[in-house]
Each structure stands twice: as structure tokens, then as C-alpha cells.
């Protein structure tokens, strides 16, 4: 690229940047997406170790003997009656008296089966698992949805704001301006680059909050399980959001009316929504998560999910972000394109045909 072209693109990524911040809009949501995944992490770490030390108050019977057992808190009585007057003063949620049986004793409610109790009293046989890295599938759906909603949160709210602004340019003649000074194809690299730079921001920000939460709220285990995998989503969404943002651009060069983004740029829509209700619904298929991780709009979210689980290879991240590079640059000649033919088209909708027609 010669000086003036270079130039021109320095230029418009810093006019996109500055836009982007003083934007309150952009500024109050990018934060409330980082509170809601500092929120969701520290709620989750309290939750999950008030359940581990949380224990069920009882009165037993002297003379009774419990299975070894944890999760209850046990109150001594001489017996049943002074047991049952705790169950009906509240002081405890049920008592466990003496029984002629197999197990020799019984559980007394006040108005409902003690379930708390039952459960803490049953006797389970050891499990025994053979794989020792084994994690549980509500887990691996969560990690998949965080990944999806932060991928697809980003890259909507900035595609949108690239449609928007490109359209806005049109609308307004100012794009006839700003096509005098400098070449069509520098706007489109401003813009792109400007927007990727701010969103890669945005996704940094959110993975060094989310380390920060797992490791003041002592959920290092995560923290160590997370670490790679969040460093190659950072990887895949700064190549991923240059291909999106390409196609944001190039759609809304279409049309002229803000009222007509929405027309052309569904497609792009779908394009993340799907990978996103694959990645909630077939979180635990490996099938569906595999075949995601290597094609390009659902990369970012497959791939980091298989390195989460540890079922990919050492060579498949890369092999997968070769190919989203090599899909983003067919994009990135295929948009600036569409972009350069149909940006100074005014009136109705051009066709995608003739706007890849010089």
C-alpha cells in the first residue's frame, strides 16, 4: 500500500474509534455485558459454595444410629417427644426417631416430606468414574453459552453499527465528500479495522474480568480449565469479526434507508444466530460442536468449546484458523467489491448482481 492510501486508512479507523467512544449507547452497553458476565461468575461461585456448605438442621433421638453422612446439622434429643416439639417450634426441619425395622430409625416432617433429609440419608453406592477429566454436561452447556452470547453480542452490536453508519453516509450525501479525498476501498478498511480493533477491546476486557472473578471468588479449577480456551477465542473472534464486519459493510452499501438495513442485512443475522441455537441446543453433541469448529462463522464458538473439553487435537485450532483466514480475505475482496460499486448508488436497492459488475 502506497503512504496516501495507508493514510486514508489510519485516518477513518481513528474517526471509527473516536465515533465508537464518544457513543454513550455503545459505552453503556459494552459495560453492561461486562457486568452481566462478572455478575454471572461471582453469582455462580457463591451459589455453588453455599450449596456445598449448606447443611439441613435435625434432631435425633439419642440411641440412634446414622449412616455416615453429610449435610446435616445434628441436634441431640432424649427423646421422640422433645424432638417432635423442635420439628413443630421451627428449630429444626425434621427429626429422626428410633424405628423397629431394617434401618432403625425413622424421619418425622411438620406438613411435608423432609426431602433434604431423605436424600442426605440414602444410602448410594460408589461411582467410579474412568475418565477422571470428565465434566458435567450442564457445565460444558454453560461455557458454550457464554461463548455464544459474548460472540454474538459483540459482533451484532458492532455489524450493526458498521450497517448503520455506511448507510447514514449514503443517506446523507456525505459519502460523495469522503470518496473526493480518499478511495472507496480505504473507507471500507477504516471502518473494518476501526470496529475490529473496538470489539477485540470489548472481548479482552470481558476475558480478563472473567479471569479476575473466577480467581477472587476461588473458582481457580475453572480458571485453570478456561485459560486456553479463552485465549483462542480471543484468536478466532479477532479474525472471525473481520469477515462479519465485511459483510455488514458490503450489505448495507446496498440500500439507502436506514429503514432498509434490516432487509439486507438478515442474512448476515442468520449467519450468527445459527451457530449461536446450535451451541445452546447441541452443546453436548459432539457431532454438531465438531462440525461447527471448522466452519468460519461458528469457528469461534466450536473450537474453543473442543480445547475446553479437551477433545481436540494440537493441530486442529490451527488448521481451523487457517481457514477462517482464508474465508475472511475471500470476504474482505468479495465486500470491498460490493462496497466500492454500489457505495455512490443512491435511490433504491441495488441488486447484489450488478453491484459485483463494474
Known sequence: MNSSFTTAVRLVTVREIQARLRSKAFVVSALILLVLVVASIVVGGIVGKSSADSTTPVAVVNGV?????????VTQVDDRA???????DGDV???IVPESGALGFGVVGLDSAPTDVIQALSVSPSVELLDPDAMAPGLVSLIGIAF???????????????????????????????????????LLAGKVIGSSIMALAQVVAIAIAA??????????NLFGLLGPSLLWFVVFFAIGFVL?????????ALVSRQEDVGSVTTPVMMLLMIPYFLIIFAADNPTVVGIMSYVPFSA??????????????WWEPIVSLLIVIVSAALVVVIGARVYENALLRTGGRVKLADAMRR
Open 244 to 252: 462479519v464486519a465485511s459483510l455488514f459493510a458490503a450489505s448495507a
Open 82 to 88: 422433645a424432638a417432635e416439639r423442635l420439628v413443630r
Open 93 to 95: 426441619d425434621a427429626a
Open 300 to 313: 469461534p464458538i466450536g473450537m474453543p468449546m473442543r480445547i475446553f473439553l479437551g477433545t481436540a487435537e
Open 65 to 73: 444410629t446414622l449412616p455416615a453422612t453429610t449435610g446435616l446439622d
Open 211 to 220: 479471569a479476575v472473578a473466577l480467581a477472587v471468588t476461588g473458582q481457580d
Open 148 to 186: 455464544g452470547i459474548v460472540y454474538f453480542a459483540a459482533a451484532v452490536t458492532f455489524g450493526q453499527s458498521i450497517a448503520q453508519s455506511v448507510v447514514e453516509e449514503k443517506s446523507t450525501r456525505v459519502v460523495e465528500i469522503l470518496m473526493a479525498a480518499i478511495p472507496a476501498r480505504a
